[in-house]
């Protein structure tokens, strides 16, 4: 599971991750009004980095609030998350300092 992928950081970890033979699958958090834009967004993102994925059915984008419970993700997707995800790669980050982050 990765965060912040629509930044800079983020998106070179992705095309990393999903160009390895041994990353089945990378689930990706991050701000957005939904899941098909939160997938459109990190999209963009490695897009404007010129960044080609291997392989975009590896992909798994889901709109996320780090506050909420669950992560703001549904009872079903949260417990997917749960018994798929091995390692988690956080990576999303203000870069305002003076405010609070989760
Ligand atoms: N870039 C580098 O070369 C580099 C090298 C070493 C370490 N770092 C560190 O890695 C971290 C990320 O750097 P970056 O260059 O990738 O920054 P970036 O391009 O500005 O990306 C920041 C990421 O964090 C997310 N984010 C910011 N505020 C958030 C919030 N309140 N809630 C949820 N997500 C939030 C952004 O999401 P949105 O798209 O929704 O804003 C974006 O995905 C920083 O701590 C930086 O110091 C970066």
Redesign the pocket.
Known sequence: ML????????AHILYQLVGSPKVRKVVCL??ASSHADSLD?ILDSLKIRRLVLADESKLVSYSSN?NTANLGLSEEEYASIEEEVTDVIH?????IYSST?A
């Not at 965060?3 to 983020?10: F, K, Q």
């Not at 990576?91 to 870069?95: A, D, M, R, T």
């Open positions: 965060t912040g992928a629509t930044g800079s950081l983020g991050s701000r967004r780090a990576v999303s980050s203000s870069l982050f």
